[in-house]
T-cell receptor, first 116, second 108 residues
Framework: KAGVTQTPRYLIKTRGQQVTLSCSPISGHRSVSWYQQTPGQGLQFLFEYFSETQRNKGNFPGRFSGRQFSNSRSEMNVSTLELGDSALYLC???????????????FGPGTRLTVT | DAKTTQPNSMESNEEEPVHLPCNHSTISGTDYIHWYRQLPSQGPEYVIHGLTSNVNNRMASLAIAEDRKSSTLILHRATLRDAAVYYCILSYTDKLIFGTGTRLQVFP
């Protein structure tokens, strides 16, 4: 069974632009979460989607948004990019996502975003 | 969100057992204890999780204290491939809050 895939793997954008990152979960997984990893802040939770609904949200500004499609694929969007948005963006999927922390999450390789 | 405390770093020799501790004194009854690890230049990898009882899988064992205020991840025979940052996380939702983890070094 294929793992979590993320596209693109690397991206360079200019400050002020917007970017869309894509995540395809493991087949059959219905919950998708997004995380940001930077050297200074470590791994931080962005948001989680289940059945096309945002169920959990981290402490990030409204410039960060996401959505989930009926096939469980998910996208996240960052508008008006800032230099501090340079990071590794990770997507994780979970089988049922009962919302109780009882299922393991499987992470993709991430998208490395560089903002210049 | 309940907080965990882990040592910043630990060392082990190859083929020796490794016990990675985690303190979580403010754990609630509905918190699951999760362990993930992150190898260099990779996304985090699920290791094991449990609620109250000790758990075993092909990668590791999780020993949970009777009062649930601490737990230990046990790697039975460390290999060079086990060198990674190990994160102990408490979660009652599908939101994982990562701390700084324990960097495990494995020497041949």
């Amino acid at each position: 069974k294929a793992g979590v895939t993320q596209t693109p793997r690397y991206l360079i954008k200019t400050r002020g632009q917007q970017v869309t990152l894509s995540c395809s979960p493991i087949s059959g997984h219905r919950s998708v979460s997004w995380y940001q990893q930077t050297p200074g802040q470590g791994l931080q939770f962005l948001f989680e989607y289940f059945s096309e609904t945002q169920r959990n949200k981290g402490n990030f500004p409204g410039r960060f948004s996401g959505r989930q499609f009926s096939n469980s694929r998910s996208e996240m969007n960052v508008s008006t990019l800032e230099l501090g948005d340079s990071a590794l963006y990770l997507c994780a999927s979970s089988l049922l996502g009962q919302g109780k922390g009882s299922y393991e999450q499987y992470f993709g390789p991430g998208t490395r975003l560089t903002v210049t | 969100d309940a907080k965990t405390t882990q040592p910043n770093s630990m060392e082990s020799n190859e083929e020796e057992p490794v016990h990675l501790p985690c303190n979580h004194s403010t754990i609630s009854g509905t918190d699951y204890i999760h362990w993930y690890r992150q190898l260099p230049s990779q996304g985090p990898e699920y290791v094991i999780h449990g609620l109250t009882s000790n758990v075993n899988n092909r990668m590791a064992s999780l020993a949970i204290a009777e009062d649930r205020k601490s737990s230990t991840l046990i790697l039975h025979r460390a290999t060079l491939r086990d060198a990674a940052v190990y994160y102990c996380i408490l979660s009652y939702t599908d939101k994982l809050i990562f701390g700084t983890g324990t960097r495990l070094q494995v020497f041949p």
